[in-house]
């Protein structure tokens, strides 16, 4: 049977990856991907898996022309370049979902300071500010006039945006506190007060964010999103609920699996999509406004500990198979099925 190689980090999907291949004697190593010997490495290898992430900065530097590399030699990759090309840049994004003619909130890109400030001075609000980067509502603002707006805006072209505050990571942390009251969460806090006064060096390798500015407008009436996860010609859907006193969904950590609150309209979207961008894995966040779904980001990646109670999936063809399943599982299987089906 052909080798897989698993770049592992430990959190990631790699930890299921390797197990999984354990269980079905699937030949495996471990890589590192951000070797300068990789592809060396990958020498007796068929596939690689890669969970690579938005908070590693050697990750984004050189995951998708590394991905790129290895596929022209003929090695399988989860991701592909094709899922992940546009991973973590929302402004990528947006031109992607619009040259697609997905159904998304409007959102606007600005690459010129004058040309921004013009326009906040005459859009109406609110509107969201968002980075090009990051996850679980991170970096997200609800504007509500032209002075916030215009105060975003110069910082974005002068001394930009840490791609991660510390501050608002320790303002998380309080928030998972008051929402769980757990000693766990108790714990978090203390951890976040050491993290804000003292630098995460990985973290912290991250590059500013500066030198554009975007917006998206403000969906009204929302007490939730629901986000569709497609692997392969599978379905998973979760309805997350938005926070107390908040605009925000995407962390919330208030999620419900009944499939039953999952509408029709955004597996069929997300299907569609998952095909058109020949992407092996894609997550959609959707919002409503006037019932029509709305795309607000797209993503390959996901925390998968989060599905698990999922009572299953729909098939591409709309059919429901119940049970408990790891994402990560289907993501091996479809990358060697896909090699079989290319012999």
Known sequence: MKKIAIHNRPGSFSDRWMVYCRQKNIPYKTVDCHSSDIIEELADCSFLMWNWSQTYAED???????????????????????????????????????????????????????????????????KVFKLRSGAGSTNVILVNDVNKAENLINKAFS???????????????????????????????????????IKNPILERLPVQKNYAYFQDFIPD???????????ERAFGIKRMVRTGDFRASGSGEILYDPEMIPEECIRLTFDLAKKTESQSLALDFVFLESKPLVVEMSYAFASHGYLPCPGYWKNDMTWAGGSFYLEDFMIDDLIMSSVERN
Request: hydrophobic share 45%.
């Open 60 to 126: 984004m530097l050189i995951a998708p022309g590394l991905i790129k590399a290895v596929e022209s030699m003929g090695v399988q990759v989860f991701p592909s370049f094709e899922t992940c090309w546009h991973f973590d840049d929302k402004v990528t994004q947006k031109y992607l979902l619009e040259a697609l003619g997905v159904p998304m909130v409007k959102s606007y890109v600005f690459l010129d300071r004058a040309k921004a400030l013009k326009w906040a001075r005459k859009t109406e609000y609110p």
């Open 159 to 197: 001394i930009g945006f840490s791609p991660v505050s510390r501050w608002n990571a320790l303002s998380e942390r309080w928030w998972q506190f008051r929402r769980d009251k757990t000693l766990i969460s108790f714990f978090n806090i203390s951890r976040g007060v050491f993290r804000a006064l």
């Open 222 to 232: 929302n007490d939730s999103d629901i986000r569709v996860i497609v692997i392969g």
